[in-house]
C-alpha cells in the first residue's frame, strides 16, 4: 500500500503541470491495482486546489475520482491527537509542519511504510520510505 500525498495528486490532476505526464504514468498502474490510500485531510488540500486553480465545474469534475473506490480513505480523529503531538516534538526540526505529520500519523496506523511525495522534507524521517516519481 502506498500513501500519496496532496502534491502528487495536484501532478496528477493538473494538466497543464510540467510534472502531470511523470506522475499519471506512475499513479494510473496503483490506482488499476488499488493500492493507494489517502487521508481526508489530503483529500480537502487537493480538492482547495482543483477549485481554486481549475475553477469549481473542473475541480468538482476530477473530484470525483476519489469516490470510485479506488483508495482507503483514512482519517485523523480526536483519537490521534497524543500519537500527533509526539510525532510533531519528533519530526517538526525536519521542516514537516501539521498537516504533514497528520499523513504519518495515518500512515502509522495503517502500517503504510511507502510515501508517494515530492516534498523532501519527508526524505528526513527514518522510518518510511519516500518514492519521488519525479526524481
Request: aromatic fraction near 10%; proline fraction near 3%; charged fraction near 25%.
Amino acid at each position: 500500500m502506498y500513501m500519496v500525498d496532496s502534491n502528487i495528486w495536484v501532478y496528477y490532476f493538473d494538466e497543464n503541470l510540467p510534472e502531470h505526464s511523470t506522475v499519471v504514468k506512475y499513479l494510473d498502474p496503483l490506482i488499476k491495482q488499488g493500492n493507494i490510500a489517502t487521508s481526508a485531510i489530503i483529500l480537502i488540500e487537493v480538492i482547495h486546489y482543483l477549485f481554486k486553480r481549475l475553477g469549481p465545474v473542473v475541480g468538482s469534475e476530477k473530484s470525483h475520482v476519489f469516490q470510485l473506490g479506488h483508495f482507503e480513505t483514512l482519517e485523523f480523529t480526536s483519537k490521534d491527537l497524543d500519537e500527533f503531538l509526539e510525532m510533531f516534538q519528533k519530526v517538526s526540526h525536519h521542516g514537516i509542519g501539521g498537516r504533514d505529520v497528520t499523513i504519518l500519523v495515518c500512515m502509522k496506523k495503517a502500517e503504510i511504510s511507502k510515501l508517494v511525495t515530492h516534498d523532501q522534507d519527508f526524505k528526513k524521517i527514518k522510518d518510511i520510505e519516500v518514492i519521488d516519481p519525479i526524481d
